[in-house]
């Protein structure tokens, strides 16, 4: 059973104009969220992360907003730029051991 | 900076054959995961180990094993690949629950 889920297989956004990835969990026992991003042929690189006692975190066009009540979290790029175009995997920790658990992916295109 | 290394990027096996998928890290993680990466199914977790000679099996470990004799290294074993094995397989490591650093992957091709 997919305990993180993305919803949205694909998005496709204009250069300049703001990506909003979304991801939902249904386990309330997570304790930490993240992003990944990851181009074809390449290992997934880590992007931006939150515990589950805050609400928002930033780190320059990347903002990652938690909403524990609506189990729901979702990854802000602003401005979107072409290199921005890969998949993105949100993920979650904090149950049994260091185990994480991912999400099947959002497939961002930033077109020029 | 963490270093995740995957033997080969490209791999090409023939139905029946034993392969090995080879992971070393340098970062003196306790913690090793092997994925897959299917279109449409994003990762899946096979096997991970939390410990040397430790390992536990994930989501989808059926047709793999896994072998953990050193700290740095973690083996993925396909004892008879199949055709349905062709995949992307990352192998990832973490110290804690916080990130985890992937290697670059091993696209294995199964005919």
């Known amino acids: 059973d997919q305990q993180v889920k993305q919803n949205s297989p694909s998005l496709s956004v204009q250069e300049g104009r703001i990506s909003i990835l979304n991801c939902d969990y249904t386990?309330?026992?997570?304790?930490?969220f993240l992003w990944y991003k990851k181009y074809p042929a390449e290992g997934p690189t880590f992007l931006i992360s939150i515990s589950s006692i805050k609400d928002k975190n930033e780190d320059g066009r990347f903002t990652v907003f938690l909403n524990k009540s609506a189990k729901h979290l979702s990854l802000h790029i602003v401005p979107s730029q072409p290199g921005d175009s890969a998949v993105y995997f949100c993920a979650a920790s904090g149950l049994r051991g260091n185990q994480f658990y991912f999400g099947t992916g959002t497939s961002l295109t930033v077109i020029p | 900076d963490v270093k995740v290394t995957q033997s080969s990027r490209y791999l090409v096996k023939r139905t029946g054959e034993k392969v090995f998928l080879e992971c070393v890290q340098d970062?003196?993680?306790?913690?090793m995961f092997w994925y897959r990466q299917d279109p449409g199914l994003g990762l899946r977790l096979i096997y991970f180990?939390?410990?040397?000679?430790?390992?536990e099996k994930g989501d989808i470990p059926e047709g793999y094993s896994v072998s953990r004799e050193k700290k740095e290294r973690f083996s993925l074993i396909l004892e008879s690949a199949s055709t349905n094995q062709t995949s992307m397989y990352l192998c990832?490591?973490?110290?804690?629950?916080?990130?985890?650093?992937f290697g670059p992957g091993t696209r294995l091709t199964v005919t």
């Open positions: 386990n309330s026992m997570f304790d930490y």
């Open positions: 970062m003196d993680h306790e913690n």
């Open positions: 180990s939390y410990d040397v000679k430790m390992k």
């Open positions: 990832a490591s973490s110290g804690n629950r916080v990130r985890q650093y």
